[in-house]
């Protein structure tokens, strides 16, 4: 079967492709409040953004390292040699002709124009920090729904976007937070309008391209009441022998009976540190769902997470970390029931490959006042080397009466007998472990739109080649 | 002692080609052929010089106590890592097969049915074999989803198997019977040249046992060498061997036509380690 109708057309080496591009904007290397200003100039900022900026600077300098729990790796990353901007000065274009040649070019090696014509209502791919290719397909934005970049979104419809935006992660969440809530450029911001069912996903492209580059995207979704939207992002970066950073902010905001499935794929090269925070508000029987799939970076921390603050809310995360020889995969979920008979599902699944290392971390909050809470978190983690290293950090409070939570954790090996069994059968040991490899993940991807799934099982195979000798 | 012995490694000789021209080709049998192997695992030897030479087209019954290295045997036709073959050659019409991995073995037209078969959680048996029949064709081709499935329904037809089963992960929860069936389905997908089926009829109730019997029977046809290990005669009233060998202690010591096999439940395995013991001492 051919797969050329994937939703993100990731190919590791694709994606350590890059092509020069000028930009005509550049903040220079580090961190200080010359280079806030110097970005709230060029994006030509409305004040209350530039002192949102200017008041999340001091946040990330006093907040310290999360090292006392997390990898002592964050460590190594040196924030006075990062670009904290760069833009090509483009605006963001809605027609595929209107995009530079060069640009282009990049974009072609990455096979965005097929997607687009085959699977999606629109795109909004990020090139560096700028949106510079956004287009809505004529239907969505007929029905009412905005889909636009987050600089234009502040500035064009601040009635919506100011409300929401820091709502759900406050800029002191944590170091990271602070630190895209002082540099934030690109990303998307969608409102989808009172029962509105966006019949095909929307789909962002985000890509680094400038070495020792920190890419900081902003995205804030907001769903009205009985809307409905999917949203899905795809990752590549190219490789690069300096450590880049990517620390990205989602916000999600699911309205009184609305539903929001956000699902990410990334595919980061080995030298990219991840640290993302990704949560979504759950408003009063509204459903908020993360299908997060990470593969590739050199440590990727991120915990999506559902805060359930209306009566029956719904929250969920699938997610899927790959770790490859040397990477480190530090992801989990964070479930905060804030209200009663509000449920949530953790499903998350692990691979960790020669010295590979996959982290889970699960919190589970259901205070003593609630009633008839729900919670199931399932964490299985696959070792393919006797090198690979597992943990599983859950941390669940659940008090009150009537309030269920079930946890299942399983930790299993590809058996040498199965290669072989597999191998007799005429497949390499390459396509024997990543067969096994996506068998381990089969149940889950099955829950996943065909062509992330599709894509999914491809990324998988192209880590699996790499790694069987 | 080997009735079926043939002394020649592959020979070559000059053969008249279509046009007038003249150029080598190997001028081997078609068969299996093992010769004087030698097997070890964990330092002890349990393979020790055996010879055997199953042509294509015929069947071949081995049968021996438990412990006999049988099984081994067939590990090492398929070239499981964890044995170590220290002397003898193995060929397949003609190709050393020893050099080769294990999936190249299996690529070749080498197949085993395991006496106990591995489970592959979550990978289905219809994208398992999928899988194994596409790496069979040449680079560039696409198995045609359709021929598949149609040639799959039509061989668990054949072996009385509910289709529900191709969305079942390979082996996993199956019963020791469903699993001996899974084996000849991935057999009669596969059509390899030479198939060595380890103990296929254990487990398996009698009405399995004709319907997998029949399978087999139906692939059976010059193109096939079948290498049968089992303990029970019973199995072989069913798939009738062209010849039947004795293995003890590692080595092939009796070989006969299938009467063998009704002596052997008769009277047991002892009087043909007494034989082998005699000859050892001559
Ligand atoms: N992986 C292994 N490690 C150690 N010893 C082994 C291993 N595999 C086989 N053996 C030993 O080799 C000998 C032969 O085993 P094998 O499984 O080949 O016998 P078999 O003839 O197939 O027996 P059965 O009729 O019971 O199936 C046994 O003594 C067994 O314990
Ligand atoms: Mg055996």
New interface residues.
Partial sequence: MKTETSAVDINRNIGDFSYDVTHAYDAGTGLSEKTIHYISDVKQDPDWVREFRLKALKTFLEKPMPTHWASKDLEAIDFDKIRYYLSGGTQAKRTWEEVPEDVKRTFERLGIPEQERKFLAGVEAQFDSEAVYSNIKKAVGEQGVIFVGSAEGLKEHPEIFRKWFGKVIPTGDNKFSALNSAVFSGGSFIYVPPGVKVKHPLQAYFRINAENFGQFERTLIIVDEGAELTYMEGCTAPKFNTATLHSAVVELVAMKDAKIQYITVQNWSANVFNLVTKRGLAHENAEVKWIDCNIGSRLTMKYPGVIMKGRKARGEVLSIALANDGQHQDTGAKMVHAADETTSNIISKSISIGTGRATYRGLVHVPKHLKNCKNNTECDALLINSTSRTDTYPAITVRGTGNAVQHEASVSQVSAEQIFYMQQRGLSKAQAMSLSVNGFVNDLVRQFPMEYSVELKRLIELEMEGSVG | MDENWRGNLPQIAARKTGKSRYSFVPLFMNELNIQNLRVEIADREIVRGLSLTVPCGEVHAIMGPNGSGKSTLAKVL?????YHVTGGAVTMDGENVLEL???E???HGL??A?QY???????TIA???R??VQ??MPEGE?LE?TDYYAKLYEKMELLGMDRSFTSR?VNEGFSGGEKKRTEIL?LAM?EPKYAVLDETDSGLDIDALKTVAHGVNSLRGPNLGILLITHYQRLLNYIVPDHVHVMVAGRIVRSGRKELALELEERGYDWTREEAGEMAVR
């Fill in positions: 398929a070239g499981h890592p964890d991995e294990p999936d073995r299996a690529r197949f085993l395991f078969p591995s489970e592959v959680p979550g990978v994208n398992f074999l899988a194994a790496a069979r696409e989803a992960s991935q596969l």
